[in-house]
C-alpha cells in the first residue's frame, strides 16, 4: 500500500509556471514507477509524465515535452513535475499515480494501481 498526496496546483496565467509535489507515504512496496495524469474538465484521464523509480527512463506525452519536467527525490519519497509555458489547454486536475509492475504499459492510467486525491491546475488565458 502507499498514500499519494499532491500539491502544488492553482491558478496561473499564459506562460506562467507550477511546481507540482507528490509525496508518496506508508509505502509497503518500491514502485516501478510514478507517473503524472491529467483530465481536464469533460475529458478521460490522460498521460502527462512518468519517471522510473531508478530515474533511468522519464517519459513525456507529445504535448508537454520540453514545457514539462517530472523528477524524484526517493529519500524524500517525492515526485515532481514542474511545469512551465503553461497553456490554457493544461488546465486540468493532475494526479499522481504509483506502479507496482514492470511489464504494464507506463502511459495507461489502468497500469497505475494507486493514486492520490489530485491538484487543480488552471491556466487563464
Known amino acids: 500500500q502507499v498514500q499519494l498526496v499532491e500539491s502544488g496546483g492553482g491558478l496561473v496565467q499564459t506562460g506562467g509556471s507550477l511546481n507540482l509535489s507528490c509525496v508518496a507515504s506508508?509505502?509497503?512496496?518500491?514502485?516501478?514507477?510514478m507517473g503524472w495524469f491529467r483530465q481536464p474538465p469533460g475529458k478521460e484521464r490522460e498521460f502527462v509524465a512518468t519517471i522510473t523509480w531508478s530515474g533511468s527512463l522519464s517519459l513525456y506525452a507529445e504535448h508537454v515535452k520540453g514545457r514539462f519536467t517530472i523528477s524524484r527525490d526517493n529519500a524524500k519519497d517525492t515526485v515532481y513535475l514542474q511545469m512551465n509555458s503553461l497553456k490554457p489547454e493544461d488546465t486540468a486536475v493532475y494526479y499522481c499515480?504509483?506502479?507496482?509492475?514492470?511489464?504494464?504499459?507506463?502511459?495507461?492510467?489502468?497500469?497505475?494501481?494507486?493514486w492520490g486525491q489530485g491538484t487543480r491546475v488552471t491556466v487563464s488565458s
Open positions: 499515480g504509483a506502479k507496482r509492475l514492470r511489464s504494464s504499459d507506463y502511459g495507461l492510467p489502468r497500469s497505475y494501481e494507486h
Open positions: 506508508g509505502r509497503t512496496f518500491t514502485p516501478d514507477a
